[in-house]
Structures are given as C-alpha cells and as structure tokens.
C-alpha cells in the first residue's frame, strides 16, 4: 500500500514524538549522584526499559505514576543505591515534563490533513489533556500501551477503521507487530535495523512529512 493510502497512523508517543529518553536521563541523575562510578546513559536507559517492562503487568492496579515510582525503586535496589518514596514521586511526575521532539508538533499538524492521527502511550489522567493538546489531538485518540487497538474488533468497527489500512509508526526495539503495516523512525541511526525490517524505515517525524509530500507528486 502506498503510503498516502493509509487511513489513520498509529503513532507511539514515547520515543517518536516525545523524547522520553532525555526526559528519563535527566530524571535519574539525582538517583546517580551516590553511584560508585559513571553509569553510561544507554546502559542506564537498557535497565529503565527492562524494569518498565517487568512492571507492565500492573499497569492497572499502579497507574503509569506508579509504575515509574516502582520503576526508580527497582533501580535504586539494582545498583545498590538508597532512595525514598518521594524521590521516587519526584521521578515518576517528571513525566508531565517530557519535551516533545522539535518536529513532532510541526508533523503532527502537517499529517492530520491526510490522517486520523492515533497515539499510543501512557499517561495519568492529569497529564493527558495537556499532552493531547500539545500533539493536537483529541483525548479519544490517545490510546493506552494495554490495549490493542488494531486486533480490537469492536474499537475498529466503532471508528470505522481497517486495521489493514493503520500504519504503526513506532521506534526499533518494540518487538514485531502481529497485524498492520509498520513504520520505523530510527531517530537514533546507531540503533537503526540494517536491512530494514518494516514497511518504511526513516529517520524522524519530519521525514515522514517529506516522503508524503514526495508520494503525493507520484
């Protein structure tokens, strides 16, 4: 399918329009401060993602506050570091922070011309208007990471989608999708999949812009 034919983008928030790496990076340095040794921020973010993920589970019982508070916690055990629960607390609302990167708002109102723009993330409820807005979306279509949108019969066939019709528009290191055609921003070319291994592989939200315009003179 070309790419102008596509129905609606489903866009991860963390990693494609918010940079929640600088944001998490810039979080834990308190936490560092006692560590034994410098702790390369790559490897800092490898233990984050894998703790997060562990606690995905729980989503519903601690919210995504909760699960960044337990997150910090698990961290701080990981590499022998004291930290309280207000560290903690002070580390999971540092989320409501997480700056977007340069292009995605610009792209975001570009490509809601030609799409229903979908993101998929995680946010407490407080948090979430502000970020819609600032993605220019409406909070209907801010999607949690514990659902699946595009094996979900009912949401579909409510908002008159295709799944077939949904291109996914995610980072590297997310794991294969079952279902729907992916795009990968490799905003990081070190980590970039060589050969790309998804529909489209393109380095930022700003390219996603670019390669539209380029499929509409085509």
């Not at 928030?13 to 390369?40: F, I």
């Not at 993920?53 to 997150?71: D, I, K, N, T």
């Not at 995610?170 to 790309?196: Q, Y």
């Amino acid at each position: 399918m070309k790419l102008t034919e596509y129905q609606a983008l489903l866009i991860d928030c963390d990693g494609v329009l918010v940079d929640r790496d600088s944001g998490v990076w810039a979080a834990l340095q308190p936490l560092l401060e006692n560590h034994a040794g410098p702790l390369d921020k790559a490897a800092l973010l490898a233990d984050f993602n894998e703790v997060l993920q562990s606690l995905y589970p729980r989503f519903g019982e601690l919210g995504f506050s909760g699960l960044l508070c337990f997150a910090h916690r698990q961290l701080a055990e990981r590499w022998k570091l004291k930290a309280s629960w207000e560290e903690g607390m002070s580390f999971a609302r540092s989320a409501a922070g997480w700056t977007l990167f340069e292009d995605a708002p610009g792209a975001m109102l570009y490509l809601r011309k030609f799409y229903r723009l979908l993101v998929l993330g995680d946010r407490d409820a407080e948090d979430r208007g502000v970020l819609c807005e600032r993605l220019g979306i409406e909070p209907e279509d801010f999607i949690s990471l514990a659902s699946a949108p595009l094996q979900d019969r009912d949401w579909l066939d409510a908002n008159g989608l295709d799944a077939a019709a949904i291109l996914h528009v995610t980072r590297p290191g997310t794991g294969s999708r079952a279902v729907g055609a992916v795009c990968l921003i490799c905003r990081d070319l070190d980590t970039s999949p060589a050969p790309c291994a998804a529909d489209y592989c393109i380095n930022s939200m700003a390219d996603l812009v670019a390669q539209h315009q380029l499929s509409l003179r085509r």
